[in-house]
């Protein structure tokens, strides 16, 4: 069973498959549907889906904590060759700013929630699609780590340890 836990498989992991894009769906979907409430609450008056979106960021705040470290965890056996190296840096860089500013956020939300838990000021709503922007331009570069350099794939897991990669 130990063997299980210290060998690394085909993806260059001790588990099947990469864990780090499971857990961080998950947060996306989150923050995603937490800011779709607050929008539609703002705008129809039905003040139940910021209850809705408050429970959401709560959970996406604590989530994210999880998926970064699987994250860095999964980055670090990816071995990133040359050419990924700064875009898995940007990619962690933002990762880790994101935690930061959705706890933040949800602070603030917490602020607002307690003073008024029927009403969110627009500046909220404006930092709200901010944060869905930067959200977004964080699954474009986790994309491309996957679908453009390949990392935790067979084939370029494979050329990593074969050398062919620098």
Known sequence: MLDF???LNEHNLPYPDPLHPIVVHFVIA?????VFCDIAGYFTGKTTL???????????TLAIFVAIIFGQFEAGLAKPYELAKSVLNVHTLIGWSLSGIIAAIN????VLRSSNPKKLPFHYIAVAV??????GFQVYLGDELVWVYGLHTVPVVEAVKDGILP
Request: proline share 0%; charged share 5%; aromatic share 24%.
């Open 130 to 135: 901010l944060l869905t922007v930067l959200v």
């Open 107 to 110: 602070a603030w939300r917490y």
């Open 30 to 34: 989150m923050v995603l549907f937490s």
């Open 5 to 7: 836990f210290t060998s």
């Open 50 to 60: 910021f209850e809705v979106s408050w429970w959401n960021m709560c959970i996406a």
